[in-house]
């Protein structure tokens, strides 16, 4: 069992971010709804990453969870500047995250989306879409679907 670190976050010194992929509030804030040591929920954004809404001078900051944990967590000695999931993206946890080079991190992505179908739901719409990729950096979006079977047929079509 991994036990549960706190580090604070950068430049925003009244937040706090864990190891296990967690940010709470630090320290009592302007508002009087902060509550100190509360976690703060996230949210995922259309591509499945998590956010959470940090404050400071007014003003909300809109910050991916695994890059808070990843700059905390994670030494970073050759300056890379992607940060790749080892998993599923909402997944934040230290252990499974690795600093990339641009290119690594491309190349990661097209073999994970390699796996499987190659379809994923999208839950803001309520149905499929796919992609194909005609040659290595491009990335054609196909449409969206009802189906996850119709979806795959496109794909299919696509790809040849």
């Known amino acids: 069992m991994t ?4 580090k604070t976050v950068k430049d925003f010194e009244s937040y706090a971010v864990s190891n296990l992929g967690k940010v709470r509030r630090r320290l009592a804030g302007h508002s009087s709804q ?6 703060l929920k996230s949210r995922p954004t259309l ?3 998590l956010q959470v809404g940090l ?11 695994h890059r808070l ?3 905390a967590f994670l030494p970073n000695p050759k300056g890379l500047p992607e940060v790749n999931h080892k998993g599923r993206l909402s997944d934040c946890r230290a252990s499974k995250l690795e600093w990339l080079s641009l290119e690594d991190h491309r190349l990661d992505v097209i073999a994970r989306q390699q796996r499987g179908d190659g379809v994923q739901y999208d839950k803001a719409k309520g149905k499929w879409k796919t992609y194909s990729r005609p ?4 990335t054609k979006f196909l449409g969206h679907y009802r189906t996850k079977q119709e979806a795959i047929a496109a794909r299919k079509a696509a790809i040849g």
């Open 47 to 49: 591509r499945g990453y």
């Open 135 to 138: 040659k290595a950096g491009k």
């Open 55 to 65: 404050f400071r001078d007014y003003k909300v900051h809109w910050l991916y969870v």
């Open 34 to 39: 902060a509550v100190v040591g509360r976690i």
């Open 69 to 71: 944990v990843a700059t």
């Open 3 to 6: 036990i549960e670190k706190w």
